[in-house]
């Protein structure tokens, strides 16, 4: 089973600021099947990147993945308001299908 | 416009078994894989497994190797997940999640398991 590691359970930033979220996994990950999710409170995740490096339909460019192998990265350009949550990297290149455990961004 | 729409919270003794279903619209089925994914409260999120609608054939999560069985009626594009010999740790959201890039979810469904 692969293991993904999300080093940082919170980052607290302000709007505006750029955001660096790390997922490193701990062996590589097949075909460069990374997804990352974005969760809010009584939410459903929503998917932002799949394929380590593409964006899900609609979401904003400010969002993008890069990584290969075992080690992953979501950044956010430029924090807005509705930008703060909990953001989960995934893993769907061999089961199972594992996620880590999660970095909440906050407001500082 | 795609759209899995799961049925209502639940409530269970230990030992007893839950069935969740996912009815599907706004795409062809069999054509995407479902899977399901469980998040307990205030934990984060964890892959149970896979079927496909199409052939039925199904993968699963170790962890819930012979508790959990998924299962899906292609007639009325639903699929189903059963999870047995439930404990209060099986006490959470779950969600069916069609594959694909457009990264679609139900709903959620809270289970909660208590005497």
């Known amino acids: 089973e692969i293991v993904l590691t999300q080093s940082l359970g919170t980052l607290s930033l302000s709007p505006g600021e750029r955001a660096t979220l790390s997922c490193r996994a701990s062996?590589?990950?097949?075909?460069?099947?990374l997804a990352w999710y974005q969760q809010k409170p009584g939410q459903a995740p929503r998917l932002l990147i799949y394929g380590a490096s593409s964006r899900a339909t609609g979401i904003p460019d400010r969002f993008s993945g890069s990584g290969s192998g075992t080690d992953f990265t979501l950044t956010i350009s430029r924090l807005e308001p509705e930008d703060f949550a909990v953001y989960y990297c995934?893993?769907?290149?061999?089961?199972?299908?594992?996620f880590g455990q999660g970095t909440k961004v906050e407001i500082k | 416009q795609v759209q899995l729409v799961q049925s209502g919270a639940e409530v269970k003794k230990p030992g007893a078994s839950m069935k969740v279903s996912c009815k599907a619209s706004g795409y062809t089925f069999s054509d995407y894989q479902m899977h399901w994914v469980r998040q307990a409260p205030g934990q984060g999120l964890e892959w149970m497994g896979r079927i496909n609608p199409k052939s039925g054939g199904t993968i699963y999560a170790q962890k819930f190797q012979g508790r959990v069985t998924l299962t899906r009626d292609t007639s009325v594009n639903t699929a189903y997940m059963e999870l047995s010999r439930l404990t209060s740790d099986d006490t959470a959201v779950y969600y069916c999640?069609?594959?694909?890039?457009?990264?679609?979810w139900g709903q959620g469904t809270l289970v909660t398991v208590s005497s």
């Open positions: 995934q893993q769907y290149g061999s089961s199972p299908y594992t």
């Open positions: 999640v069609k594959e694909g890039v457009d990264g679609h």
């Open positions: 062996q590589s990950v097949s075909s460069n099947y």
